[in-house]
C-alpha cells in the first residue's frame, strides 16, 4: 500500500491545517502483478494552537512539513502561505462571545485503565473482542475503542462499525452496575458522539439516553445511602484509636467512591445535555424526572459537576412545566449556596438561572426567603457579576412585598452611588428601573434622600431631561412625612418645566411630582401666578388635547392646588369647571378619571367662592347624585362626602339628595324581599301542606320597614319626618 497527498486547506473555524491524502492497498500475484485493489480516501488536520501574531511563520511550516509524512517538501511555500492566512485571519463575531462552554474534565486514571496504551483504528476488532472477557478485560478494550473516538476524525468510522458499538450499548447495559469505571467509559465514547448533532441518531439507536438516566437516578440513590452510613459512623464515640481508624478509613473510602461516581456523573450528564438539544428528547428526559435528579446532584461540591448541572438546569428552565418543576423541589435553596464562589464560571451561570426562575413570583419569593438579596448586593463589586445581579433585583423590586426589605441591605446605597457615578453618561435600564420601584417604597425614598440624594437626583433629572430619573423623584415625592419638605426648594424648578414646547413625557413626570406636593406652606396661588400655569392647566383638560396621561395629571394638580383657597377662586374664574364637567361626560366610563374629577369638587366645595359656583352655575351637584351609587367604592365615598357638604349648605340640594339616597335605599330593601320570596317558593316547591307559600298583600303590609307604596303602581320616595 502507499500513500498519495490531495489538496491542502486551512480548517473553517480552528487554528489547523486540513490534508487529505488516498491509500491506496495491493495484492501481488506470484508474478508480481496487481491481483486486487482497494483505494480509500482520507484526511488529517494538523492543529497548530501556539499560532499567534508573533510566531515565526516560517519556522513553523518547516517544521510541520518535517512531522508530518503527508506533506512533501515541495509543498513548503503552499504551507508558509497557509500559515500565514490563519495567523492574519480574524475570529468570527461568534467565537470569543456568550456563556462558557461546559467541558468535561479529563477523566483521572484508575486502575485497569492503561491510558498510555496506543490506539489504532486497524486493532478495533481485536479490541471489540476483549468486550467478551471479564471485567478487566471489557475496561481495557473500551478503553482503548475511547481513545479512538476521542479524535473525532475517527468517528465517522466507528460509527459504521455496528459490531463495535453493538458491543458497547451490551457491555453497558448489562454490566454498567458492577463497575463503575467500565460505566464511565462506554458512556464517555457515546459522548463523543453526542458532541455532534450528526451522530444523535446513533446514539438514540442503543437507548444510551435512557441507560443513562438509569445510572444517574441509581447514583444519586447510592449517594444518600453512602451518607447516611457515613453519618452513623461520625455519630458513633470513638472509644480507642482502632475506632477512630476506622472512622478515617471510611472517610477516605467515601471520598474514593465519590471521585468516580461524579466522574461517571458527570459525562452521564453531559450526553444527556447534548440530547437535550432535540425538545422531543428533553421532554421525555422531563418525564423521567430529569430536574429533580439534578437538583439533588446540586447538594455536591465538586465545581465542574455543579457547572454542568447548573448549564443543563440553565436549558431547562426557560420551558415553564421544567419551571414549575423546578419551584416543587428546593432549586433556589441549593443554587443560593453557591453564590459567592470562586469559580467565574459557576457564579456566571447560577446568576443566569437565578435570573430565569426570577420570572415566577413564588419562586422570588423564595429568593428573598433564603437570603439572597444581600448575597446578590455584594455582588456589585463584581464588574462581571453586576449586570445579571441588577437584574434578578429588578425583578423582586417588582413585588410590593419586598420593596422594604430592600431598606434593610446595603443595596441602595450602592445603587445611588451607581446613579452619581454615571455623570452625564445614559444610565443603563436595569439600573434606573430598580430605583424607580424602590422609590415606592416610603422608608427606600427617606433613604434615596440621605444627605444630597435628592439634590444630586433634580439636577441630573432637570439638566438632562431625564424623563426615568424624574420618575425616581415623582415616587418619592408621594410619600408623606420628613422627605415632603424638602420638595419646597425645587417646586419652581419643576414649575418651570410646565409649558407647551416641553417634551409631554417630561412635563407628565413634573406635573406628577407637583400634584404630589400636599404641603400646607406652600403658596400655589404664587406658583400659578409667576408661572402662568393655568392657561396650560385649561388649555389641557381638553379631552383629546393631549394623552390621557397627561390630562389626567392636570386634573389631578387641580385637586392639590384647590386646597388652597386663593388658589380655588383663581381656578373658578378661569372657567375651568365647566372645563372639567365636560371632560367627565367625555371620560364617564374610566374609573380614575371619575374619581380625580369628583376629588376636584370635594376640594372646591370647601371654599366658598367656588362652592357657590359650583351649586348654582353648574350642573355638577346632578352628575355627583348620579355617581352616588356607581359601583366603585372609591367613587361612592368620595361621592358622599361631596354631597354631604352641599347638602349641608344648600337646603334645595339637599332635600334632592337626601330623596335619592332614601328611594336607592328602599330599591335595595324591596329587591332583597323579592329575592326571599323567590328561595322559600325553591325550597317548599313540592310541599303540598304549605298554604302560606307567598306573602299576601295584606302581610306585606305587616312586614316592618315595608311601605305601603309597594301596592301602589306609582312609588313616591320617602322623607323621614
Known amino acids: 500500500s502507499y500513500l498519495k497527498a490531495g489538496s491542502l486547506d486551512v480548517h473553517p473555524t480552528e487554528k489547523a491545517l486540513v490534508v487529505q491524502y488516498e491509500v491506496e492497498a495491493a495484492v501481488l500475484g506470484e508474478t508480481g502483478d496487481h491481483m486486487l485493489g482497494e483505494r480509500k480516501e482520507g484526511q488529517k488536520i494538523i492543529r497548530v494552537k501556539s499560532l499567534s501574531p ?99 476524525d475517527n468517528l465517522e468510522e466507528l460509527l459504521h462499525n455496528e459490531t463495535a458499538l453493538g458491543a458497547l450499548a451490551r457491555v453497558l447495559r448489562e454490566d454498567w452496575k458492577q463497575s463503575v469505571e467500565l460505566a464511565t467509559i462506554i458512556i464517555y465514547i457515546f459522548f463523543c458522539f453526542s458532541s455532534f448533532s450528526q451522530f444523535h441518531g446513533v446514539v438514540s439507536h442503543y437507548k444510551i439516553g435512557a441507560l443513562c438516566m438509569n445510572v444517574v437516578e441509581h447514583e444519586v440513590k447510592r449517594h444518600d445511602v453512602w451518607r447516611e452510613e457515613l453519618h452513623k459512623k461520625s455519630k458513633s464515640e470513638p472509644e480507642n484509636g482502632s475506632l477512630r481508624r476506622d472512622q478515617e478509613k471510611a472517610l477516605r473510602k467515601y471520598h474514593d467512591l465519590l471521585a468516580k461516581q461524579e466522574q461517571l456523573l458527570r459525562v452521564s450528564l453531559y450526553l444527556l445535555l447534548n440530547l437535550a438539544e432535540d425538545t422531543r428528547t428533553e421532554l421525555k428526559m422531563r418525564n423521567k424526572n430529569i430536574v429533580g435528579l439534578l437538583v439533588k446532584v446540586l447538594e455536591r461540591d465538586d465545581e465542574e459537576l455543579l457547572v454542568l448541572v447548573v448549564s443543563f438546569l440553565k436549558k431547562l428552565s426557560i420551558f415553564l412545566e421544567n419551571k414549575n418543576d423546578m419551584a416543587e423541589v428546593d432549586t433556589v435553596e441549593q443554587l443560593a449556596r453557591l453564590i459567592p464562589c470562586d469559580h467565574e464560571d459557576l457564579l456566571n451561570l447560577t446568576l443566569r438561572l437565578l435570573l430565569n426562575l426570577s420570572f415566577d413570583s413564588g419562586l422570588r419569593a423564595k429568593m428573598v426567603e433564603v437570603g439572597l438579596l444581600p448575597k446578590l448586593t455584594a455582588l456589585f463589586g463584581d464588574e462581571n457579576s453586576r449586570h445579571i445581579a441588577l437584574c434578578i433585583l429588578y425583578h423582586i423590586s417588582v413585588d410590593d412585598r419586598f420593596k422594604a426589605i430592600f431598606a434593610y441591605t446595603d443595596c441602595i446605597p450602592q445603587l445611588m452611588q451607581m446613579l452619581y457615578g454615571h455623570g452625564e453618561e445614559k444610565i443603563d435600564d436595569e439600573l434606573i428601573s430598580i430605583c424607580i420601584n424602590l422609590a415606592a417604597n416610603k422608608r427606600n425614598a427617606q433613604l434615596m434622600c440621605e444627605g444630597n440624594g435628592l439634590k444630586m437626583l433634580m439636577k441630573r433629572a432637570l439638566k438632562m431631561k431625564d424623563c426615568l430619573m424624574m420618575k425616581i423623584i415623582r415616587n418619592i415625592s408621594q410619600h408623606d412625612g420628613p422627605t415632603k419638605p424638602l420638595f419646597i426648594d425645587y417646586v419652581g424648578d419643576l414649575a418651570a418645566q410646565i409649558s407647551a414646547e416641553e417634551e409631554e413625557e417630561f412635563v407628565l413626570e413634573c406635573l406628577g411630582t407637583l400634584a404630589n406636593l400636599t404641603i400646607p406652606d406652600l403658596d400655589w396661588e404664587l406658583v400659578l401666578k409667576e408661572y402662568n400655569l393655568v392657561p396650560f392647566l385649561k388649555d389641557r383638560l381638553k379631552p383629546g388635547s393631549a394623552e390621557d396621561d397627561l390630562i389626567l395629571e392636570v386634573v389631578i394638580m387641580i385637586g392639590t392646588v384647590s386646597m388652597d383657597d386663593a388658589c380655588a377662586i383663581m381656578l373658578a374664574k378661569s372657567g375651568i369647571i365647566p372645563a372639567i364637567i365636560e371632560l367627565l361626560n367625555a371620560q364617564q366610563e374610566d374609573d380614575e378619571f371619575v374619581c380625580q374629577i369628583v376629588y376636584v369638587f370635594y376640594q372646591m366645595v370647601f371654599h366658598q367662592a367656588t362652592r357657590d359656583v359650583i351649586i348654582k352655575d353648574t350642573q355638577a351637584p346632578a352628575y355627583l347624585i348620579d355617581l352616588m351609587h356607581d359601583k366603585n367604592t372609591e367613587i361612592r365615598k368620595v361621592c358622599d362626602n361631596t354631597l354631604d357638604i352641599i347638602a349641608e349648605y344648600d337646603e334645595e340640594w339637599g332635600k334632592k339628595i337626601q330623596s335619592e339616597k332614601f328611594r336607592f335605599h328602599n330599591n335595595q330593601w324591596l329587591e332583597m324581599v323579592e329575592s326571599r320570596q323567590a328561595d322559600e317558593a325553591e325550597q317548599y316547591l313540592y310541599d303540598d301542606n304549605r298554604t302560606d307559600l307567598f306573602y299576601t298583600s295584606s302581610r306585606i303590609l305587616e312586614l316592618p320597614y315595608c311601605f305601603s307604596s309597594l301596592l301602589s303602581s306609582h312609588w313616591f320616595p320617602l322623607i323621614p319626618l
Open 54 to 152: 508573533s510566531t515565526d511563520v516560517v519556522a513553523l511550516a518547516r517544521k510541520v512539513v518535517e512531522e508530518c509524512k503527508l506533506i512533501p517538501p515541495s509543498r513548503l511555500p503552499e504551507v508558509e502561505q497557509l500559515l500565514y492566512y490563519l495567523q492574519n485571519r480574524k475570529p468570527s463575531p461568534a467565537q470569543g462571545k456568550g456563556e462558557p462552554l461546559v467541558k468535561p474534565r479529563e477523566l483521572t486514571p484508575f486502575e485497569g485503565m492503561e491510558l498510555n496504551a496506543e490506539a489504532s483504528i486497524t486493532g478495533i476488532d481485536d479490541y471489540v473482542e476483549l468486550l467478551y472477557e471479564g471485567i478487566p478485560e471489557k475496561i481495557r478494550g473500551s478503553a482503548l475503542i475511547l481513545q479512538l473516538a476521542r479524535n473525532p
